[in-house]
C-alpha cells in the first residue's frame, strides 16, 4: 500500500457519512457506514431469500414470513415443503398424497 493510499484511509477514517435512506438516522465512520448499508432498515435491499424483490429492512422479516414466494414451510401432514405464500395456490395434502 503506498502513502498516498495510507493517507486517503486515515481520511476516509474520519468522515461521517449519513445512511441516505429517507427517515433512517444513521451516521457513522466508513466502515461501519458500509456495514450498515447492508442492513439498513430504511433502504432497501434484495429478498435474503432470493425472489428477487427489493425490501425495505424493517420489513424483511416480515416478507420473509408472510408474503416472500421463496419461503418454504414444512407440512406436518403430508411431509412436504410448500410456499404458503402464493395467492390462490392453497397447500392441499390431498393434491400432493395424490401424486406421489
Ligand atoms: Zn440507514
Ligand atoms: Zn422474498
Ligand atoms: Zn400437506
Do not use: W
Given at each position: 500500500?503506498?502513502?498516498?493510499?495510507?493517507q486517503?484511509l486515515?481520511l476516509?477514517e474520519?468522515?461521517h457519512?449519513?445512511?441516505?435512506?429517507?427517515?433512517?438516522?444513521?451516521?457513522?465512520k466508513?466502515?461501519v457506514?458500509?456495514?450498515?448499508?447492508?442492513t439498513?432498515n430504511?433502504?432497501?435491499?434484495?429478498c435474503?431469500?432470493?425472489?428477487?424483490?427489493?425490501?425495505q429492512?424493517?420489513?424483511?422479516?416480515?416478507?420473509?414470513?408472510?408474503?416472500?414466494?421463496?419461503t418454504?414451510?414444512?407440512c406436518n401432514?403430508c411431509d412436504t415443503h410448500?410456499?404458503?405464500?402464493i395467492?390462490g395456490?392453497?397447500?392441499s395434502?390431498?393434491?400432493?398424497?395424490?401424486a406421489?
Amino acid at each position: 500500500m503506498t502513502e498516498l493510499n495510507e493517507q486517503a484511509l486515515n481520511l476516509i477514517e474520519e468522515i461521517h457519512f449519513n445512511c441516505e435512506a429517507d427517515g433512517c438516522p444513521f451516521e457513522e465512520k466508513y466502515y461501519v457506514a458500509l456495514n450498515h448499508v447492508q442492513t439498513c432498515n430504511s433502504s432497501f435491499h434484495n429478498c435474503i431469500q432470493g425472489c428477487g424483490l427489493a425490501i425495505q429492512g424493517k420489513d424483511m422479516e416480515y416478507h420473509c414470513i408472510a408474503l416472500c414466494s421463496k419461503t418454504l414451510v414444512r407440512c406436518n401432514t403430508c411431509d412436504t415443503h410448500y410456499c404458503p405464500n402464493i395467492e390462490g395456490k392453497p397447500h392441499s395434502c390431498d393434491e400432493i398424497l395424490r401424486a406421489k
